[in-house]
């Protein structure tokens, strides 16, 4: 795998940027719900957004698969903003 650029962080940027708002936040049927679908939701409760059903082949998609993805949100701005700020440090 190549290195990241300045070029590729600019582009992972824009990708977060062009998502929803965030926060997202990951509603599991049994874990944190009694009753209906598991889905991520987007937004702050002032604010909701909508929200985003993820499924594979066989089905919806795991616990784990729909807190990654909705945890990504808020992860990859700060792992961007991480690299630039120890980047500037060896400038």
Known sequence: MADL??????????????ALDGPWW???EGRDHSSGDSF???GSDGDRGPDICV???DGPASMETL???SNARQD????VAEVKRLRS???
């Open 67 to 69: 807190d990654f993805i």
């Open 40 to 42: 991520i939701g987007t």
């Open 76 to 79: 990859i701005p700060r792992l």
């Open 89 to 91: 440090l060896h400038a």
């Open 26 to 28: 990951t509603s599991w």
């Open 55 to 57: 499924t594979t082949d």
């Open 5 to 18: 650029d300045d070029e590729d962080l600019e582009a992972i940027s824009a990708r977060t940027s062009a």
